[in-house]
T-cell receptor
Framework: DAGVTQSPTHLIKTRGQHVTLRCSPISGHKSVSWYQQVLGQGPQFIFQYYEKEERGRGNFPDRFSARQFPNYSSELNVNALLLGDSALYLC??????????????FGQGTRLTVV | GEDVEQSLFLSVREGDSSVINCTYTDSSSTYLYWYKQEPGAGLQLLTYIFSNMDMKQDQRLTVLLNKKDKHLSLRIADTQTGDSAIYFCAESITDSWGKLQFGAGTQVVVTP
């Protein structure tokens, strides 16, 4: 079985640009969460989606948005990129409401560099 | 700063035991977790403990939880070079769908 897949693996963008990151959860998983991991720090929670609805939002500006599609894949969008948005963006999937974290599996992440 | 606190670095000799410590903030956290991250990789869930437990053992891993002091530790027995990685402690935030609060991570270096 394929694990959580994220694309692209690496990305370089210029300040002010827009970026879309993609995540495909494990087959059968209905929940997707997004985290930002700045170099040298732990991951910070951005969004959580379950059954295509936003269920949680972290302390990030409105430039960050996300959505979940009927097939449970998800996109994270960041507008007006800043240098400080450079980070590893991690996606995690879990099967259902009762095991959001106890059965959460992370993807390899997308390394975003803003120049 | 991080609400979950960990020491930043641990050096251990191969074959010895490693102990990584963590303090957390939410006294009503349901679960507490230990994740491992190897260079260039995502996060791997190592183990977790339910908040009404004091200890959990899983092969070489032992988790101890002191709820009174909000202290969590991970002991790795017979540490191997493949255990070199960054270890993150995390707590699940009460009343928050799926949100994990992570520490800054402890880098463990295993020397031969």
């Amino acid at each position: 079985d394929a694990g959580v897949t994220q694309s692209p693996t690496h990305l370089i963008k210029t300040r002010g640009q827009h970026v879309t990151l993609r995540c495909s959860p494990i087959s059968g998983h209905k929940s997707v969460s997004w985290y930002q991991q700045v170099l040298g720090q732990g991951p910070q929670f951005i969004f959580q989606y379950y059954e295509k609805e936003e269920r949680g939002r972290g302390n990030f500006p409105d430039r960050f948005s996300a959505r979940q599609f009927p097939n449970y894949s998800s996109e994270l969008n960041v507008n007006a990129l800043l240098l400080g948005d450079s980070a590893l963006y991690l996606c995690a999937s879990s099967p259902n409401r009762d095991s959001l974290n106890t059965e959460a599996f992370f993807g390899q992440g997308t390394r975003l560099t803003v120049v | 700063g991080e609400d979950v606190e960990q020491s930043l670095f641990l050096s251990v000799r191969e074959g010895d035991s490693s102990v990584i410590n963590c303090t957390y903030t939410d006294s009503s956290s349901t679960y507490l977790y230990w994740y491992k991250q190897e260079p260039g990789a995502g996060l791997q869930l190592l183990t977790y403990i339910f908040s009404n437990m004091d200890m959990k053992q899983d092969q070489r891993l032992t988790v101890l939880l002191n709820k009174k002091d909000k202290h969590l530790s991970l002991r790795i027995a017979d540490t191997q070079t493949g255990d070199s990685a960054i270890y993150f402690c995390a707590e699940s935030i009460t009343d928050s769908w799926g949100k994990l609060q992570f520490g800054a991570g402890t880098q463990v270096v295993v020397t031969p």
